[in-house]
Every structure is written in C-alpha cells, then in structure tokens.
C-alpha cells in the first residue's frame, strides 16, 4: 500500500514538473504569435495612414485649383463692361467653384473611408486582440467630414 501511494506521489511529482515546461513553450509560443499579430495591425495602419495621406494631398491640390480657377475666372468676368454680363459670368463662376469644392470634398469622404474599410479589414484578418488598433482613438479629428 505504501508502494502505491509512493508511487503515485513521484508521478504526480513529476507531471507538476513537466507543466511549468509546457507552460513556457506555450506563452513563448503565445508571445512570439501576438507580436506576429501586432506587427500585421502596424503593417495595415501604415498602408492605411499612405491611403489618407494620398487623398488629402489629392485634396489640397483640387481646393487649390478651385481657388485659382475662381480667381482668374472672377477677373475675367469683371472684364466685361455691362452689369447684366458681369452679373452672369459671377453666377456661372460661384457655380462652378461650388461643384468643383463639393466634388473635392467628395472624393476625398470616399478615399478615407475606403482607406479605413480596408485597415478594419485586415486588422480583423491579423486576429489580434480588441485594444491592439488605433480605430477607436481617432474620434471625429480626422478632417471631420469637412
């Protein structure tokens, strides 16, 4: 009877001992596969912070060219000599600043929340925890829709 308990006590001794070497193997495992999964978010955030950065600079440059177009058009059309000529050509001048401003403003929405649709994307695909992406930080800063 003491042999057994003996026994049994040695196996179970040596059972103990063999979890803390599984345990290491499995959280050196477990931290080598998170990093993995965090540089994967990283490598999306940064293709998605290439997107945005791309479309803003599409952006500024269709503003600005807005901007001068109207510049030089509102010259031409104080030019003309008659009110009701002056008048027209300001109209059709505000007009088309307008629409080149709201298709601006247009393309840029669409380019940024393309850029996100695809970070989400494949930040999802990464597998990495909630806590890892930076998606609930950014809030309404990000040129608000403006």
């Known amino acids: 009877m003491y042999k057994k308990i003996i026994a049994g006590a040695v196996v179970a001794a040596g059972l103990m001992a063999a979890v ?5 193997t499995a ?13 994967c978010v990283g490598t999306a955030v940064n293709t998605r912070e290439t997107a945005i950065g791309t479309a803003v600079t599409i ?3 269709a503003i600005t060219t807005a901007y001068s177009a109207r510049a030089t058009a509102l010259q031409q059309a104080y030019a003309t000599t008659t009110t009701r000529a002056v008048s027209a050509a300001t109209r059709t001048v505000w007009n088309t600043f307008r629409t080149s401003t709201r298709s601006a403003h247009n393309t840029w929405q669409t380019s940024r929340d393309a850029a ?5 994307t494949a930040a999802i695909a990464c597998g990495a925890p909630a806590g890892t992406g930076d998606g609930s930080s950014a809030g309404n800063s990000e040129m608000s829709g403006n």
């Open 59 to 61: 952006y500024n440059g």
């Open 20 to 24: 803390p070497a599984f345990a290491d």
């Open 27 to 39: 959280t050196t495992t477990s931290a080598a596969t998170m990093a993995t999964k965090i540089t």
């Open 116 to 120: 996100w649709r695809t970070y989400r």
